[in-house]
């Protein structure tokens, strides 16, 4: 069966401190992978997605940057964190190349930027 | 580009009374259509999925949902709601063009009062 790991579950970091986050899936062969972030009262945002090694896709202009340096491995990074970087972050996976399929979640972590 | 409107941030019901959340899309081809659960500092879960055929779908939990093409909405009904209800609900959206890319709307908390 499929699983997915997401950490840390929570972080807290001064303002202009590095971030990264890393989710990985296993039982898996070339998932679609997703970065979320849910903020207070904001619903759920995507972030950046992914089809493959080194194909990634940014929905929104902002602070962050997503690598895919393995199949299985989806990493979130910032160099300097803002206040507004504060968060839930979700990453996800689906089955590839078919769009009648489920995203699957990590348990998300909480970022707090003080 | 696909788009998911939920109008209610927030639904307050007794329990074991009814209820229904709301959620329009848009999209200009044909889309597959889901319901997911958020329990408090958790990833989510798949309640339910409309891919085709019928368009009544039964989830977990005794929830269901109505795909309705012509009013573009999946709206999500449960006859008689539980304390353990008590959640946030997000629609989300995968059109059949863009088979990588999920988009959620903005969620609806639930609150159910003894």
């Known amino acids: 069966s499929q699983t997915i790991h997401q950490w840390p579950a929570t972080l807290v970091q001064p303002v202009g401190s590095p971030l990264s986050l890393e989710c990985t899936v296993e039982?898996?062969?070339?998932?679609?992978l997703y970065w979320y972030r849910q903020a207070a009262g904001r619903g759920l945002q995507l972030l950046f997605y992914s089809v493959g090694i080194g194909q990634i896709s940014s929905e929104v202009p902002q602070n962050l940057s997503a690598s895919r340096p393995q199949d299985r491995q989806f990493i979130l990074s910032s160099k300097k964190l803002l206040l507004s970087d504060s968060g839930f972050y979700l990453c996800?996976?689906?089955?590839?190349?078919?769009?009648?399929?489920?995203?699957?979640f990590g348990q998300g972590t909480r970022l707090t930027v003080v | 580009a696909q788009s998911v409107t939920q109008l209610d941030s927030q639904v307050p019901v007794f329990e074991e009374a009814p209820v229904e959340l709301r959620c329009n899309y848009s999209?200009?081809?044909?889309?597959?259509l889901f319901w997911y659960v958020q329990y408090p500092n958790q990833g989510l879960q798949l309640l339910l999925k409309y891919l085709s055929g019928s368009t009544l779908v039964k989830g977990i939990n005794g929830f269901e949902a109505e795909f309705n093409k012509s009013q573009t909405s999946f709206h999500l009904r449960k006859p008689s709601v539980h304390i353990s209800d008590t959640a946030e609900y997000f629609c989300?959206?995968?059109?059949?063009?863009?088979?990588?890319?999920?988009?959620f709307g903005s969620g609806t908390r639930l609150s159910i009062r003894p």
């Open positions: 039982g898996t062969s070339n998932p679609n």
């Open positions: 999209s200009s081809v044909s889309v597959y």
């Open positions: 989300a959206v995968i059109s059949s063009s863009s088979a990588s890319k999920i988009i």
């Open positions: 996800a996976w689906s089955r590839p190349g078919t769009a009648n399929t489920e995203a699957f």
